[in-house]
């Protein structure tokens, strides 16, 4: 006899509340930043109250988690879909993906860097956020650990820290973009220069000239846009 499982409608409706919110808050601080997201204004956009929100994903800091959770959440996924088998073009394809994304939806993520951004100013300590920040970070430590195995790092700067200090830059110019400092080529081109720099830290003398040939390449292409 098959068994047919049914959604419980209470779950369901949880669920739908829940994703209101979220998406409520995603538009709030895209179209307003972070001075725009109130829960009263939050829980009168996503027709809920104040109390359903706290109860369903809680206060501002945990709403801010769960926007820049999604963000990374899409960018791993869309990375699963990225065959590539030599390191350098791992590295290169979080960034090229993730800005071609971010073009793609620039309120989406400009909300999720929006509430990045206040958590790290905020001095979270959240073990979600840490654990988000580790989860964005090993993208490029997964990169930079294959270079090593492959024998195109020495090795000498633990892949871990070159994770860390990639993802750090990428950071930097992702803020630069959201906040109208840089265009998102600029942003392309800082995300791809941490990834250069940092491997030619470390770099065994075969590499060195594939990094800088691409640093001489990026460095052309800032030229050329320049003018």
């Not at 979220?22 to 204004?41: D, M, T, V, W």
């Not at 065994?204 to 003018?227: I, N």
Request: proline fraction near 2%; hydrophobic fraction near 40%.
């Amino acid at each position: 006899m098959t068994v047919i499982a049914f959604e419980n409608p209470r779950t369901a409706a949880k669920l739908d509340r829940r994703g209101r919110i979220i998406a409520e808050a995603r538009r709030l601080i895209g179209a307003h930043g972070f001075e725009g997201l109130s829960l009263r204004k939050l829980a009168a956009a996503a027709e809920v109250t104040v109390p359903t929100i706290y109860n369903l994903i809680g206060g501002k800091d945990q709403i801010l988690t769960e926007l820049f959770a999604d963000w990374v959440g899409m960018i791993e996924q869309e990375l699963t879909k990225i065959d590539e088998d030599h390191p350098l073009d791992k590295a290169e394809a979080v960034v090229v993906e993730a800005t071609r994304m971010i073009g793609e939806n620039k309120e989406y993520f400009r909300s999720a860097q929006i509430a990045a951004d206040h958590l790290q100013r905020s001095g979270s300590d959240s073990e979600d956020w840490k654990q988000l920040g580790s989860r964005s970070a090993s993208m490029q430590e997964n990169a930079a650990r294959l270079a090593q195995e492959q024998g195109l790092l020495r090795g000498d700067v633990p892949a871990r820290i070159l994770g860390e200090q990639i993802f750090a830059n990428y950071r930097v110019a992702s803020s630069a973009w959201t906040y109208g400092r840089i265009s998102l080529e600029r942003f392309r081109h800082d995300g791809l220069l941490g990834v250069y720099l940092y491997f030619l830290s470390d770099a065994t003398e075969v590499f060195r000239p594939v990094l800088l040939k691409k640093l001489d390449g990026l460095k052309a292409q800032a030229v050329s846009s320049d003018q």
